[in-house]
């Protein structure tokens, strides 16, 4: 029997167990959405921005371990979703994006709504297609979720002009799929993982520094035994939160820009660095040159070998799956009798605990007078049991959020990092509950970025996700007044948010709860409240004080030691 | 320095944008880029001549390697290979300067491929640097036109690029 494109398209979404699609309708996807529409496995979600859609899709992957899937339409569709595709890429998402395109005799034609999707998206996937045949729509959708998943994780764009999806033909769903030019590698080098192990045995300051890529490939377990055996301090990027458990003693908290003062002294000052699926970004190791002053030995393990030596240069690379070359590294020292020396790990503890005392971890005065956004974040925490799925925004409230909701579990922390896109939270943590019912979801933002998604609160109306809101409103586009305090004069240009919403009434319209809280005396009473109101989505307005700055900061384009703990610039 | 990147990749529309899109979004220089299909049909060869860096070089490898349309890489310059590129160059071809660009074509076994009683059309294969010393030696004034393809390299002996 032949089916038409669009009947294809939605068996091959079934025959991928795609529980979710996140998606807005229009002209190109007519027929797709007609065949949505005559069956049940697949529940669409229907936002109220293409933008929101890819971001849910998002959230849904980095809490699920699964392949997230948008569809939107062609022309504007596809345009809004193009940040959230940029988002997903950089942080390494796994996803699937459909988009209609214009039928294929008005291709090149300047057609109604018609975009060249496949040219707008090429930087920002990991692989896109254009499907001109009804016969290629199966081994493509099957190819676009391989890619997806496999090697470094990415979005992939198919792109289904109108005609393709009512065009007919046999459906047969691929059992298996090969792509002769993609050969994404998963096993380490034995030999470089024997090297490893014997420089991190003979080392007296060991450093390890993981980041997303643990987290992606699911190798906490693997990190922390690893961590353990080493008697090593670790630290976690931004995207790495929760990779290692910020409860255990050996965790040194997150580095960069706004990392801790032992986490960057250590990185700084170790004589074996082990990097674990991070990249050496510019906001992880700021100067290269400042970075690179100090000899000390990298390994650096990562599944993407343009990842190692981009930034820095590497001793040792290991490229395969984190995972995999963890269990063989581990397997390598455990079977060995050398142990690393005490002695020398007793002295480079004293060294990093005194980095600890000096930097105190992380401070901020409270005050009984104002709320300061910190101590939101610790109540939050302690609201919470530290077990609930956070998503962000971009700001100071991001920066505060992994600064000090302590994450002791993977694929809890749900950001953008790599893009840094305001907008992200709130659809995000739609995907998060979607995917994660019953679960506690908290989407910490701030009043600038809630009002770059917020019409999503009708989606989460209409889809009942009892998400809570933590808006930290300071009135301010806070990072970036902090940075025109700091570098450009106290010239706050455009950063002060005027004519805000009534963000209570606001939630009200969209039929949700509100809350506005401006004592901090209110502030535990009210995140009680409001997470007590299971089914509910409360939005709380936090006021909190317009001053706050994030700290410690390592200022754009100084070294990780010239770090700036507190109110001394 | 110079390198000469050789690769095979899918002969698919589009696949050509992503290696040029790819070294414009990361700021990598392209000296030369030529392309066409080789005798499996659905595999193109390219041939790319850039220059950076040693790390840079390496990142452009890198990058280029993950290109999901990219089969095969290899980096002609890290050994032995041999490097050509055609050019047609027309000169203007009157009174004394005539005899003068045909014996010149002869030195650099160029091949006179039109004639008129005032132009000639030169055709020349060689390395890059024998082609701009063709060039330098005609020099500009008598030159009207000039076409290069760029330039394509082979591995020498059994450095064979071949999926």
Redesign the interface.
């Known amino acids: 029997m032949e089916l038409t494109g669009a009947e294809i398209l939605i068996r091959c979404l079934q025959e991928e167990q795609v529980e979710y699609v996140f998606g807005y309708p229009g002209g190109a996807v007519l027929f797709i959405y007609d065949e949505l529409f005559k069956q049940d496995k697949v529940k669409h979600v229907l936002v109220r921005h293409e933008q929101a859609a890819v971001h849910a899709a998002d959230g849904y992957a980095r809490s699920s371990d699964k392949v997230g899937v948008a569809l939107v339409t062609s022309g504007p569709g596809l345009t809004n979703a193009v940040t959230g595709i940029a988002t997903a890429y950089m942080d390494s998402t796994p996803m699937v994006v459909i988009s209609g395109q214009v039928p294929t005799f008005a291709i090149g034609e300047d057609a109604f709504q018609e975009v060249d999707a496949v040219g707008i998206t090429r930087p920002c996937v990991k692989h896109n297609f254009l499907v001109k045949d009804v016969k290629d729509i199966a081994s493509t959708i099957k190819k676009a979720f391989y890619l997806a998943k496999s090697g470094r994780p990415g979005p992939v764009l198919v792109d289904i002009p109108k005609d393709v999806s009512n065009h007919k033909t046999t459906f047969e769903y691929p059992a298996s799929v090969s792509i002769r030019s993609y050969h994404p590698v998963s096993k380490g080098d034995s030999g470089q993982i024997r090297q490893a192990a014997q420089m991190l045995l003979e080392a007296k300051r060991p450093m390890i520094y993981a980041g997303g890529g643990v987290v992606l490939s699911d190798a906490s377990a693997q990190l922390a035994d690893l961590v353990r055996l080493l008697d090593s301090p670790c630290t976690n990027t931004l995207m790495g939160l929760g990779g290692f458990p910020a409860s255990d003693k050996h965790f040194v908290g997150m580095l960069g820009m706004h990392g801790t003062y032992e986490a960057n002294m250590a990185m700084q000052h170790c004589d074996v660095l082990l990097a674990v699926g991070a990249r050496f970004d510019d906001r992880v190791i700021g100067n290269v040159e400042h970075f690179a002053q100090v000899p000390r030995k990298i390994i650096h393990i990562d599944i993407d070998p343009s990842s190692i030596a981009k930034r820095v240069k590497v001793d040792l690379p290991i490229v395969g799956d984190v995972r995999l070359v963890l269990d063989e590294l581990l397997g390598v020292l455990r079977g060995g009798r050398q142990a690393p020396s005490p002695a020398a790990l007793a002295a480079w503890w004293k060294q990093v605990d005194e980095w600890r005392a000096i930097g105190g971890g992380l401070r901020y005065k409270n005050s009984s007078e104002i709320i300061k956004p910190q101590f939101v974040i610790e109540k939050l925490h302690e609201i919470t049991g530290g077990d609930a799925f956070i998503t962000t925004d971009v700001g100071q409230h991001q920066m505060w959020t992994a600064q000090y909701y302590k994450f002791d579990k993977p694929r809890r922390w749900i950001t953008s990092g790599g893009l840094g896109t305001m907008g992200f939270g709130l659809p995000a943590a739609m995907g998060v509950q979607m995917v994660n019912p019953g679960a506690t979801v908290a989407c910490v933002t701030g009043e600038g970025s809630i009002q770059m998604n917020i019409q999503e609160l009708s989606t989460c109306k209409q889809f009942r996700l009892p998400i809570k809101i933590i808006a930290l409103n300071n009135g301010y586009l806070g990072m970036v007044r902090q940075w025109q305090e700091f570098f450009h004069g106290n010239r706050y240009s455009e950063t002060y948010m005027n004519a805000l919403p009534d963000f209570v009434r606001l939630a009200e319209a969209f039929g949700h709860v509100g809350m506005r809280i401006e004592k901090p005396a209110d502030v535990e009473p009210a995140l009680k409240e409001a997470f007590a109101r299971k089914n509910d989505l409360v939005f709380m307005d936090f006021r909190t004080d317009p001053t706050e700055n994030v700290f410690p900061m390592v200022p754009g384009g100084k070294g990780l030691s010239e770090i700036i703990l507190s109110e001394q610039l | 320095m110079r390198h000469i990147i050789s690769l095979l990749?899918?002969n698919e529309?589009?696949a050509l944008?992503?290696v040029a899109?790819l070294f414009s979004?990361r700021g990598y220089n392209i000296e030369s880029l030529s392309v066409a299909p080789t005798e499996d049909p659905t595999l193109s060869r390219m041939t790319i001549v850039t220059s950076g860096s040693d790390?840079v070089i390496?990142?452009i490898n890198?990058?280029l390697?993950?290109l999901?349309?990219?089969?095969?890489l290899m980096d002609l310059s890290e050994g032995e290979h041999l490097e050509r590129e055609l050019m047609l160059v027309k000169v203007r071809a009157e009174g004394a300067a005539r005899e003068e660009l045909k014996r010149m074509a002869d030195t650099f076994h160029g091949r006179i491929i039109d004639t008129t009683d005032h132009t000639y059309t030169i055709e020349l294969t060689g390395s890059c640097a024998e082609l701009d010393s063709l060039l330098e030696k005609i020099g500009r004034d008598l030159i009207l036109e000039t076409v290069r393809t760029g330039a394509s390299g082979i591995g020498c002996g059994d450095r064979i690029l071949k999926?």
């Open positions: 990749m899918e529309a589009g944008s992503r899109g979004a790390a390496e990142q890198k990058q390697n993950k999901v349309d990219v089969a095969a999926l």
